[in-house]
């Protein structure tokens, strides 16, 4: 079921600007296309349901748990970041931040840096595992962000997009 959050109210307040705004596009079964980046983005599973943010390409929202997962690319304006300063932009105005891990792992054909961070948005808990790939002029992020007691629960939901998410190549990169 894909449900519409107004103004992406509820959601934004869980997760804050934590990813840059999409650019728009349309989910057709497990593909997402905007146009620019077209990449696999398969459902988490059971509780999550899909629901229309601005703020990012694909989102979901465990409402059991408060959970939220979102996916979101962009292409304009990437320089030649490295991945820690691309996963730091993600969780800029957090407070209390402390990386649980973080390793570079490959996906999709190339690097891309994980970490799994506590941290607190305007004094709210908050556990996230973070991924941010870049490939071919694009920057892609898969934020999960739950409270810190749900976090192992809805933990799979992120594991179970990260295992299949992969990014086709753009034309002429």
Known sequence: MRQTLRNGLGFVLLVGGLVSVGCGGHRQGD???????RYRAPDPGP????VVVDNADVAWFDDAHAAALLLNSHCEGVDDAPLQA???HLVMGMTDRAVVRQETIMLSGREAMETEMTA???GVPRHMAMLVLKKDGCVYDLV???????FDTVRAGYRNVKARFDVEARPGR
């Not at 509780?47 to 899909?50: F, H, L, R």
């Not at 999960?144 to 749900?150: I, R, T, Y």
């Open 31 to 37: 593909t997402f296309d905007n146009g620019k980046v």
């Open 47 to 50: 509780g999550w349901s899909e």
């Open 86 to 88: 691309l996963t730091n």
């Open 120 to 122: 607190k948005l305007d």
């Open 144 to 150: 999960l962000a739950a409270p810190p007691q749900h």
